[in-house]
């Protein structure tokens, strides 16, 4: 982690070094229209809390009117019986959001509801549009305002324009004119919709509602509603059973009549974020048909094929890099343990008005076993390098408690690009794998060797399941690692250049 100090507030703002998922959106139709759905929502966006922890907002309609609350910080900072209680229907949506500390204010708040002539509508939005300049100055020349600096603003209000035409075809014109990356979630007086960008770059899955309102309880025996949401492990907590991930470049529209379900592109490449799998899921979701823990495990197995070496231990850095330690350990041996824990209750920000409290705070977030390291040596596996504070850090922690030798091992390929589809990335300068070859690196990091996973060990353990092995257009996006991107993007676009 890097810190940042804010002078004017004397606080301390930490930038942990990783890529961050920018969004998750959820959606509840109950088909009872008594039922409140804003309960289902809260749960839903609960287990997707680690795509975002800045802020939470739902949106419910109720007799063709949308009720919404946001607020910053935790789901459970913003909602309580009391608040949950004023988003009233049987409909509703909701989402939590990461971002980065100058967008960070409740204006750019999702979900973002439009009320014009005809009706009313909320989005929730996962991905960035990579027109979206363009876009917001054609809806601005034609006498649109907007309130905050989001791109999610633009299509609420792209779909609000086209809203006219009617539904299916104010969806068909928005999505065919947006580019970019986006899984939508969509609230109108009357239906749920989702939707998937062309290439299924950010995740969208479709769940039934078995049991409103009983988390936990026996099915009803048939449907009772349906869920939309960025992963599998959110319907479940809601009381839903999985049922199908919402296809690249496909729309479904939930009303009380039908499931409605069509494609409004050409059948394009998927592309899924490969880092999905790395880090940003939740290691009990299923994305796409892959199992994420399932594929953290094989990621190290695959890394200790690729760059084993003797030691004494393999150790995970919290949490996504256990499950690639364990795989390690199995693939080369070497005995499995917990070296590090991490402090899951520190937040992005805390007071440390002296220098000393400062660079004592960055032992805060992770503490070594000294018992468990000293005197051995060590494989330290992580998920990802993208500044090299935190690995830095980790190797003379390790070292001060007693580690013989410390051996750095990651299980994705080097970060050299910045992300354009919707994870917040450091400028390209501040990506130390794109400053450094790897022998610098090491040295730099302090460790006694460094491996990543080979872009080609990375696909191995992404293996699809049997049911889409034969389906060529399968694949993912690498464009960190490689600069190869799924959909052609502006240079100029964002701040990550
Ligand atoms: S560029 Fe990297 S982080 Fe961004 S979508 Fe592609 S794989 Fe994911």
Redesign the pocket.
């Known amino acids: 982690m890097s810190i940042v100090e804010d002078d004017k507030l004397q606080r301390v703002i930490y930038q942990d070094d990783k ?1 961050h998922e920018e969004c998750g959106v959820f959606g509840v139709f109950c088909n009872d229209p008594e039922q409140e759905a804003a309960p289902l929502v809260y749960y839903g966006l609960f287990s997707l809390q680690h795509r975002g922890q800045e802020s939470a907002g739902i949106a419910a309609v109720k007799d063709k009117v949308i009720e919404m609350q946001k607020g910053m910080g935790l789901v459970s900072d913003t909602f309580n019986p009391d608040v949950l209680s004023r988003i009233n229907g049987s409909v509703a949506v909701g989402h939590v959001r990461y971002s980065t500390f100058g967008s960070s204010s409740l204006v750019n708040a999702q979900p973002f509801v439009s009320r014009f002539k005809l009706g009313s509508i909320a989005v929730a939005h996962n991905g960035t549009l990579t027109n979206a300049d363009v876009v917001r100055e054609l809806l601005e020349d034609a006498g649109i305002g907007f309130i905050s600096s989001s791109d999610s603003e633009v299509i609420v209000n792209l779909i609000a324009k086209n809203y006219k035409k009617g539904l299916e075809k104010a969806l068909t014109d928005t999505i065919q004119f947006i580019k970019g ?1 986006y899984a939508l979630v969509v609230l109108t007086d009357d239906a749920l919709v989702g939707a998937r960008d062309p290439n299924g ?1 950010r995740p969208l899955c479709l769940g039934q509602l078995d049991c409103p309102g009983q988390l936990g309880g026996p099915g009803l025996g048939k449907s009772s509603g349906w869920i939309l949401s960025s992963e599998s492990c959110a319907i479940e907590a809601a009381g839903g059973t999985f049922i199908r991930d919402i296809e690249p470049g496909e729309v479904v529209i939930i009303s009380r009549d039908q499931v409605l379900s069509f494609s409004f592109s050409e059948k394009t490449r998927r592309a899924i ?4 799998y790395v880090y940003f899921a939740r290691p009990d979701s299923v994305i796409d048909g892959i199992d994420v823990y399932g594929s953290r495990i094989r990621a190290g197995e695959i890394l200790g094929m690729e760059s084993a070496v003797a030691a004494d231990l393999v150790i995970g850095v919290p949490d996504s890099g256990i499950p690639a330690a364990i795989g390690y350990g199995r693939a080369t041996g070497t005995p499995f343990g917990m070296g590090i824990v991490k402090n899951k209750y520190i937040g992005r920000t805390f007071i440390a008005p002296g220098q000393a409290a400062r660079e004592k705070a960055v032992s805060l977030k992770h503490f070594v076993i000294r018992s468990e390291v000293s005197g051995k040596r060590v494989v330290l596996i992580d998920d990802s390098i993208v500044r090299g504070t935190t690995s830095r850090r980790l190797v003379s922690l390790l070292k001060e408690a007693g580690a013989k030798e410390v051996h750095i091992r990651v299980c994705s390929p080097p970060v050299r ?7 917040d ?1 450091p400028h390209r300068k501040d990506l130390i794998s794109n400053a450094s070859n790897a022998d610098e690196l090491c040295k730099s990091l302090g460790a006694d060797s460094l491996a990543f996973i080979t872009v080609k060990g990375l696909l191995e353990s992404l293996e699809l399941p049997a049911v889409q092995s034969d389906d060529k257009d399968a694949g ?6 490689t600069g190869e ?2 959909i052609p993007v502006s240079y100029k676009h964002g701040a990550a250049v």
């Open positions: 890529l990356s770059i974020c490969a880092f999905e690009f910045p992300c354009y589809f919707g994870i990335t993912f996006c690498l464009g960190c690692f991107y799924p």
